[in-house]
């Protein structure tokens, strides 16, 4: 019975609570083409071909992000009548250094990642992103440059933080928030 390598590994990473230590399994394990150092994965999905993906260092990948590194119109080509046949169309994923990655983003094949870039959340990722950008929407477009966003989000603080390490808040932490939300949505 043939059991397939990347089912293995992804159970394996079922096992594995840290995100930090699934990007260092995936690197031991060879499951990139490359993955850089301090690189953290919330997944625990290995994409299909996973070797035409390359990860370069201080890279955040959120949950349910998904690398797609193929199509399988051919299968549905090769059922046409004519007598042409169809290959599975693959291609490459290279992601440059410092980059955020946003939950649910899809990634398409045939797409570079430049360095400094922040995916925003839902983003459909379908051309190469240039260095310095931050992007977003469905498909992603630029909507504003790295420099600035670092600059906005300094901006941000709280009195009471949020413990990252439990994934917990404290109650002052959820009424400041709440208090905050509340005053910038007033009419």
């Not at 043939?2 to 079922?14: A, C």
């Not at 370069?56 to 080509?77: C, I, K, P, Q, R």
């Not at 459909?124 to 950008?133: A, F, H, L, Q």
Request: charged share 25%.
């Amino acid at each position: 019975m043939f059991i397939n390598k990347r089912y293995l590994l992804m159970l394996k990473m079922f096992l594995i609570r840290s995100p930090m230590k699934r990007a260092r399994y995936l690197k031991e394990h060879n499951v990139f083409r490359k993955c850089g150092d301090r690189v953290m994965i919330t997944s625990r999905k290995i994409p299909l071909y996973s070797e035409l993906i390359s990860i370069g260092n201080n890279v955040w990948v959120a949950s349910g992000v998904e690398f797609v590194t193929h199509d399988v119109t051919h299968y549905m080509l090769n059922g046409l009548e004519n007598q042409e046949k169809y290959q599975e169309k693959i291609g490459c994923i290279e992601i440059g250094d410092n980059v955020f990655i946003g939950t649910g983003v899809k990634i398409l094949y045939d797409v570079k990642i430049g360095n400094n870039v922040i995916i925003a959340a839902g983003a459909v990722v379908t051309k190469d992103i240039p260095d310095n950008s931050v992007v977003g929407g469905i498909p992603a477009k630029v909507i504003e440059d790295f420099d600035s966003y670092k600059k906005s989000r300094r901006k941000f603080h709280v009195d009471y933080p949020a413990d990252n390490m439990k994934q917990t808040i404290s109650k002052s932490c959820a009424d400041e928030m709440w208090l905050k939300f509340k005053k910038s949505h007033s009419s």
